[in-house]
């Protein structure tokens, strides 16, 4: 995983959270009501994210992709084989014996 893609991203969420929080603090109204200046800051942060912070958090996944891929190179054949096998009922040795007529 590229390490300076995820810190860009996570710095600029933060960035975007911080800043209009920090501005919102200027207003005597919200220094009172501090939870509220903390609610609108994550939706215009969550907000501001969603329109610029593609291509940073595109980068980053990518990473995170590459990094699992690298770490587990099974293949999804070979998992659904595998959960196919031990989902399967084992094969009875012998046949049970049923009620006789």
């Keep these: 995983m590229k390490a ?3 810190i860009v991203y996570s710095v600029l969420r933060l960035l975007a959270f ?3 929080f920090g501005i919102m603090m200027l207003f005597p109204i919200l220094r009172e ?3 509220l200046a903390a609610i609108f800051a ?3 942060g969550l907000s501001l994210s969603v ?10 996944t990518a990473g995170l992709g590459e990094r ?8 999804d054949e070979d998992a659904e084989d ?9 094969a009875p040795d012998t046949e049970a ?3 006789r007529p």
Excluded: E, H
């Design 51 to 60: 329109l610029f912070l593609r291509k940073p958090l595109a980068d980053a």
């Design 82 to 90: 595998a959960a196919a096998d031990a989902a399967a009922p084992a």
């Design 33 to 35: 009501y501090y939870w």
């Design 42 to 44: 994550a939706l215009i």
């Design 97 to 99: 014996p049923g009620p």
């Design 18 to 20: 911080l800043v209009p």
């Design 68 to 75: 699992r891929a690298q770490a587990r190179p099974v293949s």
């Design 4 to 6: 300076r893609s995820a």
